[in-house]
């Protein structure tokens, strides 16, 4: 399992390619490793628990392609369902019976009254909120700081994931978190802390009659993994009493946390749903749904215009649907993910005390991350707690666990994605590479 990091010439030789054609060589940002410094492995295929690069390079993968790849890359059901919807045609531009399958199962599944596909989580979140706007005739969104909702020129306002770490690894502070995004946009998006139920509750009471709807991440994975309170919840539920639309961003969470996600373990009523990542299976899907009444006002029924050259495209339906029946069918997936990464958090724990190195894990499900500081395990809640985090400190660990072999998400701000083909032998050599990148720390 042990590798070097000089067996990168390929992706080396690819990234100085791809930087003369590709703004900074990647099409996202995360993937350029900016953050944790050293070469992107440029992967050339995948399957089960593993990626292998150009080089030829084996690693344990806990991106799972930033969380649709819940069951393991190339996963039989999902490949046959692919396959058999390539052998008909690969888009039609017109209705088919697929994308009444995955809106009937996602209604299932999610309680959602109605559903709409798009082509991406960010899609999804965009047009939910037109959609909120169009529905109550107010113009003003709250989010939470930190929260990320995709990057739609409104929501790039005190955004987490990539946002969270600029070049140097220090912190972006600055809102619009993006340049391009005019002044007059940003002020249309109101920002509240995470797990800050009065901060909500005051915004609320000065703002709440222009508030269309409240976006939130149910848990947490753009800022790393934060867990909310229950008074946190009920605080997001009282923003329905004021007539704003209360909106779950579950693209990450979605079919992740449980098979009906976050809002079903948590127990939230939302009015609008976004979903992305899994139930696409690892094809570009996203979609959101909820109160009837609120999505007959979408087109051609209502008057929020909304459209997709690809939106339901077969083969991506074919993904989605094969991934989400796999899951229904196995009654026990749930417990075995969370059991697989409640014993990657322990053994983080106590391979960080080990090595006396300062660590506060956080972890829900198949969601994780290491924070890379001095505080209780679990205790950090916000924004605020996770950027105290050590960013260099993560970046050296990173590197040691890449050159062993293990793929960990190259933030500090990010979740890892635990999939159903990890099992006892990834865990151990898993713990085994954080063990020693942990001693590199003291080096
Ligand atoms: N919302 C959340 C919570 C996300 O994590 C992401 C992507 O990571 C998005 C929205 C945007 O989804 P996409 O990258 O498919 O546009």
């Known amino acids: 399992m042990t590798q070097t990091t000089s067996l990168t010439a390929q992706s080396e030789a690819l990234f100085a390619r791809a930087r003369r054609v590709t703004p900074g060589g990647v099409n996202s940002p995360v993937r350029a490793f900016k953050s944790v410094g050293g070469t ?22 806990y991106i799972g392609s930033w969380g649709p790849m819940i069951l393991g890359h190339d996963h039989p059901a999902v490949r046959e369902a692919v396959s058999d919807a390539l052998q008909l045609g690969t888009s039609f531009g017109a209705p088919g019976e ?20 798009t082509s991406s989580g960010t899609e999804a ?23 990320y909702h995709g990057h739609a020129d409104g929501l790039l306002v005190e955004a987490g994931s990539g946002l969270m770490t600029n070049l140097d690894g220090a912190l972006g502070t600055s809102a619009p978190s993006s340049a391009g995004v005019p002044e007059e946009y940003a002020a249309l998006t109101l920002v509240s802390e995470y797990n800050d139920p009065a ?18 991440e149910p848990v947490v994975g753009n800022a790393g993994v934060l867990v909310p309170t229950p008074e946190f919840l009920a605080a997001l539920h009282r923003v329905q009493d004021a007539g704003a639309l209360l909106v779950a961003d579950e693209v990450m969470t979605g079919f992740r946390l449980s098979i009906n996600g976050a809002t079903g373990l948590l127990g939230l009523r939302p009015d609008l749903t976004c979903w992305g990542k899994i139930i696409g299976g690892g094809l570009p899907v996203g979609a959101y749904g909820g109160r009837a009444d609120v999505m007959d006002f979408v087109s051609p029924q209502g008057p929020v215009y909304q459209a997709g050259t690809l939106s339901g495209n077969p083969l991506a339906m074919a993904a989605g649907l094969a991934t989400l029946r796999t899951l229904e069918a196995d009654p026990g997936i749930y417990a075995r993910l969370d059991a697989y990464t409640s014993r990657l958090a322990d053994g983080l724990k106590a391979l960080a005390q080990e090595a006396g190195v300062p660590v506060s894990v956080n972890q829900i499900g198949s969601m994780l991350t290491p924070f890379f500081q001095d505080a209780p395990h679990g205790s950090l809640r916000s924004y605020a707690d996770a950027a105290r985090s050590d960013t260099r400190a993560f970046g050296t660990w990173f590197q040691g666990l890449l050159a062993r072999g293990v793929y960990w998400a190259p933030s500090q701000f990010e ?19 954080v063990r020693a990148a942990f001693t590199d720390l003291n080096a």
Not at 40 to 61: K, Q, S, W
Not at 98 to 117: D, I, Q, S, W
Not at 199 to 216: K, P, Y
């Open 415 to 433: 979740s890892i994605f635990v999939s159903a083909s990890h099992t006892d032998t990834e865990l151990a050599a898993t713990l085994e590479a």
């Open 40 to 61: 992107p492995r440029f992967i050339r295929e995948a399957h089960g628990a593993y990626l292998t690069d150009a080089d030829g390079t084996r690693y344990i993968d």
């Open 98 to 117: 697929r994308e009444v399958e995955l809106a009937e199962l996602v209604t299932r599944l999610t309680g959602a009254g109605k559903v709409r596909f």
């Open 125 to 147: 979140t965009m047009s939910a909120l037109r959609l909120a706007r169009g529905f109550t005739g107010r113009k003003l969104i709250v989010k939470f700081r930190g929260n």
């Open 199 to 216: 901060a909500l509750d005051t915004l609320m009471a000065e703002r709440g009659a222009e508030v269309a709807a409240v976006i939130f």
